[in-house]
């Protein structure tokens, strides 16, 4: 029987308690029989990989290649993927370059077939250093089998402090946030907005998440995220909200929306234009 995530508070006080006991249950989590199959298998084959054409034929390869970027729902689009792949990240106009979901770019850079004569499945470390991003995403999942709030924050916990280093403008950090689906439902959570936010004007978004964080965290900069303290203070404040019974309901969707089309501030551009 594979280990199961224990998490038996809600809310934060849930969350420091996985904080604590993270280490201990990630290392009993892959230690696995399903898991030890895996990465014999990855180990044993990656390095005969020299194209995106083998990597995508080879479904368990895939698999796994997928599962460490999150992309695990991509599995039976072999042809996106080899094209993502056989782009590489170098050209602007590569595909990985162009979409939203800046995933996709780094499983690209991450396997270099479209970037360099070499690959670097040829490299002597890359299968355990995406045995170990696999290994952690599939612990995300575990963990979000038991509280998707717990998934949603460790997601946001990785994923912010890479943002934070990214060589981007502050904006177009803000509009990569958007762009990402748990990413927005934490800040959303977290900074006090509707559901319904997702449906103003996307610059208007831009203005009231900088307002929101400028107030709440005391910057309006994702480069903030680079300092542990201040990721672990916007993960209290959502689950401190998204524990709260009714926080939204305390005005109608269609009010929040219109007080937040009153109060936000102009950007500029739109969302595929800054991500």
Known sequence: MSFVPVIPFGGYAGWKFLSRTR????????????????RDYFRERIGSVTTAEALVEDRRLL?????????SGDIDNKYFLRKVLEDGTLDPKALGSRLAD?????????????DFAVPRTQLSDFADGLIAKYEAHRFEEAVGEQSDQM??????ERELAALARRDLSADA??????????????????LGLPSTFAAVDIDQQLGVLKERAQRHLGSPDIAQFSDTGKIE??????LLRADSHGYRAAVSPQAAALSLLR?????????????
């Open 173 to 190: 950090k803000w509009y990569s946030v958007m762009a990402s689906a748990p990413l927005r439902e934490v800040f959303q959570t977290a």
């Open 151 to 156: 998934r949603l924050a460790m997601n946001a």
């Open 23 to 38: 280490p201990a249950q990630q290392g009993a989590f892959t230690a696995g029989a399903a898991l030890g199959r895996e």
């Open 233 to 238: 203070d916007i993960v209290r404040l959502f």
């Open 63 to 71: 698999s796994i290649a997928l599962g460490a970027f999150g992309l």
């Open 102 to 114: 800046k995933r996709y770019l780094e499983f690209s850079r991450a396997f270099g077939f479209g």
């Open 263 to 275: 109060s936000s501030t102009p950007g500029s551009g739109v969302l595929s234009r800054h991500v």
